[in-house]
Structure formats: C-alpha cells, structure tokens
C-alpha cells in the first residue's frame, strides 16, 4: 500500500522562497514479507519531521544543523526558534518536487487544503482542517502469486543484509526493521514518556475529563 498525505501546518517554502505554502507532507510505503517484517518506509519530505523539532524543544535539546535555516538562511539549531524559519526538503529542490506533487495528489486532487489554504493545527485547533489523504492499495494477485512476491521480499531483505558494508557500519538495515525492533521492546516494556510530553497529556486529559497516565 501507498499512502501520502498533506500536513495539517506548512513548514516548508517553495525552493528557493521564504513563503510557507508547503508541509512535510509525507509518504508511507508497506511491502509484506514472508519471513520477514514487513519493509515499511515512512517518510517527512523534509530532512526531519516537525514533530521532532516539537520533540527537541520538549526535552530542551538543540537540533542538528541542516534540520532547519532561518528566512536569511542561515543555519537554526533551537528549536524554541522554528517559528522563525523553516524546514529544509530532502535532497534540496528534489524534496521540494516531491512535497509539491504529493501536495497536489493528497489536497488538491481531492478538493482538500493545500497551499495558503492549509490551517495551522499547532495554532488553531477550532477551524476544521480540511486535511488531503491520497491512498493506493495494490492487489498482488493481480500481478503475481502473492506467496512468491512475499518470498521474493525476502530474498531482498536477504541480498540488502547481506551487502558489504563501509568501514565504520556495523550493521545495513531496511526501511521499517527499526520500527519492528522498538514495537518489539515497546510491548515487552511500555511505552516511554518524556515528562513535558506526560504534562501535555495530562493537561488534555483533564480538558475532556477523562483518566490520565
């Protein structure tokens, strides 16, 4: 399955520009496997998501530069500044075509927001979002036997693992197989919470009156 969407807040300007006409707009991709996780790429059409710009200012932590520049491009690392810059796209005007076509597909093509019409979740959460989904199922079957796609995949992740790797790399992984490993840890041990993050929860919790952490 395919999946590509366009964010509820834009981060991002048009390369080149200063204008916030675009968000990260992401895209998902899921492939089963026999044996195997399935390979999942999951994916902001920005360097980083903004949700970890969010994540750094909640635990006071500096961002990488590269994440984001400010409106005279300069390099910006504090998160508790992003308001004053903006996301950069993945692999320069490439991430920027990418966010713009997906924009188009998830928003445009299905009369949802897209461009200066997308409303800003982070500072307006009465105004509905209007929020663009662009879906594709896909039905193995009707391309091949789906039990020798599956092992097919695996035959993939086999010759991916098993590549020679660059001084320093101790280990190629596929999209999604560190995804598998938290879930993995995750439900044998919980879910960790920051506390910044446990307050916010516990802040919307007591708004709809229902029991916190």
């Known amino acids: 399955g395919i999946y590509v969407a366009v964010g509820s807040a834009n981060h991002l300007p048009p390369w080149g520009g200063t204008d916030m006409l675009l968000s990260t707009n992401p895209i998902a991709v899921a492939i089963p496997a026999a044996n195997r996780p399935p390979i999942i790429l999951d994916m902001a059409t920005t360097v980083a998501a903004y949700g970890k710009v969010k994540t750094a200012a909640q635990r ?9 520049i400010d409106r005279n491009g300069q390099p910006l690392t504090d998160p508790a500044k992003a308001a004053d810059g903006f996301l950069l796209p993945i692999g320069g005007p490439k991430g920027y075509g990418l966010a713009l076509v997906f924009g188009i597909l998830a928003g445009t093509l299905n ?14 959460n009465q105004t509905v979002t209007n929020t663009g989904q662009f ?18 995949i695996d035959e993939i992740w086999s010759q991916m693992k098993s590549s020679a790797r660059l001084p320093g790399v101790d280990e190629i992984r596929l999209p999604g197989e560190r995804l598998a490993r938290v879930i993995k840890v995750n439900q044998e041990q919980g879910i960790p919470v920051s506390e910044p993050l446990r307050d916010t929860l516990k802040t919307l919790a007591d708004e709809l009156q229902v029991k916190p952490l």
Not at 60 to 68: I, L, N, R, V, Y
Not at 111 to 124: E, I, L, M, P, Q
Request: avoid cysteine; proline fraction near 5%; hydrophobic fraction near 45%.
């Open 111 to 124: 009369s949802a927001s897209f461009g200066r019409d997308v409303v800003d979740f982070n500072a307006d």
């Open 135 to 152: 879906v594709v199922a896909l039905d193995i079957s009707a391309f091949t036997d789906p039990e020798a796609f599956k092992l097919g």
């Open 60 to 68: 006071g932590e500096t961002m990488p530069e590269g994440w984001m």
